[in-house]
């Protein structure tokens, strides 16, 4: 009678053993975003992770931290630089502070659709941009897709710059998004993304600005009812890692890593790219505002004189480059 618990136990012990996946991996990535685990970014981070672990039998690895959990985007750059994270995927907007370059990016309106902004991203003029990050003590990988952001308010349907006059707006943690919302008339202050539904939630913002698919992951509809279609930025996430621990693979597992890199960046993009249409269709609660090409252009025009600031900061010679190819 006492054997069969034994043979149990000892079948059970066989299956732990033999399942590599519940092994450790040799290299085991500390990848860290700010957003849901409903997000695509965290999505692709699943998906690069499954890949590298089959790839390598078992020897690399990631473990995702979402949410802010190791700190806010700005703080997960300075992670990677010390070493405390290994990879992260982040606004290209609080990179800037990082490495100038990135501030090309925050030229409202640049890019017309997605497809263009990946010829460009993939291109030699993102290419040159992602590598100026190495003087900073980082890699950077691919670009992945945070996507078109939109304008919201908690109680006005904004369809013109003087709609948001003096209006509280929470921007990302990036002078020149703060310059361009001031010239357009509003009254925006950088907050980190964590705090921000709290934020909301008590008034110290009317209106914030960013992609419909996080806008829903974090439930701002609960204390935002106004989503305006403004496409006013672009807004890509480079993919970006510490030096040191990719130096740790060997050059096998290195050349899979880089190949898993661009399999998780096609799917992450795909993604995305349907996103924005799932989160808008599940929330019928909020009012999407539609501009007309007038009412766009009058955002766009007060917007104009920001190219210059982006001039100063990003280098003009890239600018022109960079509007040359959009
Ligand atoms: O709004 C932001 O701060 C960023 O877009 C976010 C949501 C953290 C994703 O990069």
């Not at 992945?144 to 919201?152: H, I, P, S, V, Y």
């Amino acid at each position: 009678h006492g054997s069969a618990p034994a043979i149990l136990s000892a079948a059970l012990l066989c299956t732990t053993i033999a399942t590599p996946a519940l092994a450790q991996p040799d290299v085991l990535f500390r990848a860290a975003h700010s957003t849901a685990t409903t997000s695509t970014g965290h999505q692709a981070l699943e998906f690069l992770d499954k890949e590298l672990r089959e790839k390598t039998e078992g020897r690399v690895g990631l473990e995702i931290f979402p949410s802010s959990q190791l700190g806010g985007e700005r703080e997960s750059v300075e992670n990677i630089q010390f070493g405390n994270v290994d990879l992260i995927f982040v606004s290209s907007a609080p990179v800037a502070s990082f490495a100038p370059a990135f501030f090309a990016f925050d030229i409202p309106f640049l890019f017309d659709n997605r497809e263009q902004a990946y010829e460009v991203l993939d291109g030699e003029i993102g290419q040159e941009i992602l590598a100026g990050l190495e003087s900073s003590g980082i890699v950077g990988l691919a670009y992945w897709e945070n996507g078109f952001r939109q304008l919201t308010t908690a109680n006005k349907e904004v369809r013109s710059p003087e709609d948001l006059a003096g209006m509280k707006m929470r921007t990302m943690e990036n002078e020149v998004h703060i310059a361009a919302w001031r010239e357009i008339g509003a009254n925006p202050a950088p907050l980190a993304f964590n705090e921000l539904f709290t934020a909301l939630q008590q008034g110290t913002f009317d209106a914030q600005e960013g992609p419909i698919n996080l806008f829903y992951d974090m439930k701002f509809n609960e204390v935002q009812k106004y989503i305006v279609k403004t496409n006013h930025i672009y807004s890509p996430w480079p993919l970006l890692a510490n030096p040191e621990k990719l130096a740790a693979l060997s050059d096998e597992d290195r050349a899979i890593f880089d190949q898993a890199v661009i399999d998780a960046t096609a799917h992450q993009r795909q993604l995305a790219a349907e996103a924005d249409t799932k989160a808008e269709a599940a929330m019928t609660e909020v009012t999407f505002v539609d501009l007309e090409p007038a009412q766009k252009e009058a955002f766009a025009a007060k917007v104009a004189p920001i190219v210059d600031l982006v001039r100063e900061k990003a280098g003009a010679d890239l600018v022109d480059r960079l509007l040359t190819a959009t």
